[in-house]
Every structure is written in C-alpha cells, then in structure tokens.
C-alpha cells in the first residue's frame, strides 16, 4: 500500500512541475516573439520556428500611354509643312545663286536643299500607315510641339520673301543700268539732232542787213538736201538688192529684164541699175506740185505755193515720218509712200516676199526715211522761184561734162589722140535745175562706145 501511494505520489508530482515547465515555456516563448520583433542578437539561435517569406505585394502593371493621335498626328503635318517651306527656301536660294553665279552661295544653298529632301524623306516613313490608330515611336521630328512647327514655317516663309526680294532688286539693278544706256544714247541722238539743226539753221540763215527770203534759199542748200537723198535712196537700193541675192534672185537677169540693151564694164556693175530703177521711180512727178497725188494738178498761185513749200519743208523735217504715218494714214505723205512703193516694188513680178506697204515688211522703214527725204527734196524745190527743174538723160546719148556725171567716177579717155565721146547707157540720178545753176545728173556710161 505504501509502494502505491508513493508511486501515486510521485506521478501527481511529475504533473505538477510539468504544469511549470509548460508556463515557463510560454512565457519564454512569448520573449522570443518580442526579441523576434525587436532583432535577434548575433548569438541567439532560433529552433522550431515556421519561416515565413514576406514579398511585396506586386506593383500594378504601368498605364498602357495612350497619346492623342490628333496631336501628334497633327504635330507631323505642321512639321512637313514647315520642311517644305524650307526646301522651297532653299530651292529659291538656288535659283537665285545662279545669276550672276556665286559657287559659295550655290554651294550651301544645295546642301541645304539637300538637308530639306532627307528630313522629307524621314518624315515620309515617320507618317502612319493607313489604318494605324497612332503615331509610331520613331522620333518623327525634333520639334515638341505645332506652334514651334508653325514657328519654323514663319521663318522659312521669310528667307523665301528675302530671296524673292533680292531677285526682284537685282532685277530692278539691272532694268536702271539699261534705263541709263538708253538714256545716255538720248543724249547723243539729242546732241546730233542739234548739230543738224544748227547746220540747218547757217544753211537758212540771211546775208546779214537783208531779210528777203531769197536768201534763204540758194543752190547749196538744195544740193545738201539733194546729196542726203541720195545717201538714203543709195542705202535702200543696197538693202533690197541684198534681200533679193538671199532669196535666190540674179542681179544680172534683174538688172536686164530693167535695161535689156544696157552694158557693163563689170558683172557686178548691175547694182547700179537697181539703184536707177529706185531713183526715177521715187523721182516720177517730181516736176508737179502734188507730187502726182493729188487728182487736180492745176497750177498754183506761185506765191502761195512758195510760202507753203517752205514751212511744210520745215514742219517735215522736224517730225518723224513714221510717226507722221502712224497719226494719219490717210495724208498725203502717206498716200505718197504707198505709191512710191508700189512703183518701186511692183506687185506681181514675183518680188512677194518683199510684202506690201505694211510695218511687217523688211523693207518698211528704210522706205519711208528715203521716201519723207525725197518728199522734203520736193517740198523745197518748190520754195524756189522759178520752181526747181529736173531732168535726166535717155539711153545713147553723148556724154556732156557740163549736164553730166560719170557715176563711176572716172575721167573720160581719149583715143588715137582725140577726145572720145561715150554713150549714155542710163540715167542713174536725174540732174536739176535751180535758177541758173545746173547740178549734173549721174549716169552710167556704156563701156562697149
């Protein structure tokens, strides 16, 4: 009995201080927990313990960036325009470089041209493709924004009017330097003009103590005025016997079907039988007050007349005679130009690349200036008193040093010791009466006689 109740005993004790254990155990692990939270020294040792990974919880996912595609869309555009402008720039700095020609401002102006083609090509692939809902990220443009594009554009847009602007003042430089020429080629004209208007004027000018009119006409004057017509008329006929040689005509078939039995000393002596033919036409009715165009030709009152002459010699030759046409068409000047050149180009002998009495034929302006000298010839020989006679020589004819002129210039020959005296072959310039005073008329003398 005692060993049962000390064996009971003994098993109430061991509960007793298990109990304990257990408590201390508790407490022990409840100052584990809190040196737990406060660290764990270097030495201590932590058994049976459940490990726990904490993590972080995961970050959300980052926003999808949704850009507007109208602002970036419409940043693109504002930058393609603004390249344009700027190739466009460069293209006009081009244009311009190349006249007068600059290699350094050609030079740069091309490589900038060529810099605007390249962005304009990056822009090109930078642009979305069709369907696309946004813009691609490829760095479209260095630009952050439209009114920095539209900046730009501004700007290109002024360099291309600064390069206009310089164009139109080289262009202006060019069109005063031109004005300068003309205006110095004015002053010549001007200055001539005043030298034969003060020829003019000495020819004119009265024996100092008389005042009659008389003494302004006299024989030199008609003979000055005579040699310019002559000079003019010379020029004409030299101008259509070149135009006639370029379209394929024979002088000398032209100059026979004129005189068929006239010789020459030399083939190319046949100019001055064109020049014959241009004088006797534009001299016919020279001896007639109205010059043949007027239907009445009665005879004048001579002192009425001679008064008329001479202020209409002198109104004539201060106008031009074109522009005398051009303000009245229907004058009598213009009538007799119109006449004159019909005579002179006969129509229908198959000269009709000559044209008519028009501005566009060749021949339009050399004939008027020959035909307002005649026509000034004619308004002074009848300020004369008695009126200038003319008069010219038919073929065959003796030759006469006192009413002719060789037109060659030549001293007559003698043969076997005796004067000869040669043929007229034809009259080249008629020769003229003024009062006593004869001036010669030129002819050309036939060789074979």
Not at 155 to 176: P, S
Not at 237 to 244: C, G, I, V
Not at 392 to 420: A, D, P, W
Request: charged share 25%; with cysteine.
């Amino acid at each position: 009995m005692l060993q049962k109740f000390a064996l009971a005993f003994k098993t109430k004790t061991i509960e007793f201080f298990a109990e304990e254990e257990e408590e201390e155990e508790d407490d022990n692990g409840s100052i584990r927990a809190v040196d737990d939270l406060v660290g764990p020294t270097a030495d201590a040792i932590i058994t049976d313990q459940r490990v726990v990974v904490l993590k972080p919880d995961p970050a959300p996912p980052p926003a999808v960036q949704n850009p507007n595609p109208s602002c970036d869309r419409e940043t693109l555009i504002s930058t393609l325009f603004a390249t344009l402008s700027s190739f466009e720039s460069a293209y006009l700095h081009v244009q311009t470089a190349h006249s007068p020609v600059l290699p350094s401002a050609l030079c740069s102006a091309d490589a900038a041209a060529v810099s605007h083609l390249r962005r304009l090509s990056d822009l090109k692939h930078s642009f979305p493709c069709p369907g696309s809902s946004s813009i691609p990220d490829s760095k479209p443009t260095d630009l952050n924004s439209c009114l920095q594009a539209q900046v730009l554009d501004n700007q290109n847009l002024l360099r291309t009017f600064d390069a206009v602007i310089n164009r139109l003042q080289a262009d202006i430089d060019r069109k005063d330097a031109e004005s300068a020429e003309l205006k110095l080629g004015l002053n010549e004209l001007e200055l001539i003009n005043e030298r034969l208007a003060a020829r003019l004027d000495r020819a004119c000018a009265p024996t100092p103590g008389e005042g009659n009119i008389e003494n302004l006409l006299s024989v030199s004057v008609f003979d000055s005025v005579l040699r310019d017509s002559c000079r003019i008329m010379h020029r004409f006929a030299k101008s259509l016997a070149d135009l006639m040689r370029r379209n394929g005509w024979d002088l000398f078939s032209v100059a026979k079907s004129i005189y068929p039995d006239a010789n020459y000393a030399k083939q190319g002596h046949c100019r001055y039988t064109i020049l014959s033919h241009v004088c006797l036409r534009m001299f016919d009715g020279f001896d007639l007050y109205g010059f043949g165009i007027r239907s009445d030709e009665s005879e004048p009152d001579l002192l009425v007349s001679r008064d008329d002459s001479l202020r209409q010699f002198i109104e004539h030759s201060a106008v031009d005679p074109l522009e005398l046409i051009d303000a009245d068409p229907h004058s009598e000047f213009a009538q007799f130009c119109e006449r004159k050149y019909n005579k002179v180009i006969q129509p229908g002998t198959g000269s009709g690349f000559l044209g008519s009495f028009e501005p566009a034929s060749p021949l339009y302006e050399p004939f008027v200036a020959m035909a307002s000298s005649i026509w000034a010839l004619h308004l002074l020989a009848w300020a004369y008193d008695p009126a200038v006679e003319i008069f010219q020589v038919g073929h065959g004819r003796e030759f006469s040093i006192v009413y002719m002129e060789n037109i060659l210039r030549r001293k007559v020959g003698t043969l076997c010791g005796k004067v000869t005296r040669p043929k007229v072959g034809f009259t080249v310039v008629p020769g003229f009466r003024v009062g006593g005073t004869v001036v010669q008329c030129r002819v050309y003398l036939d060789p074979s006689s």
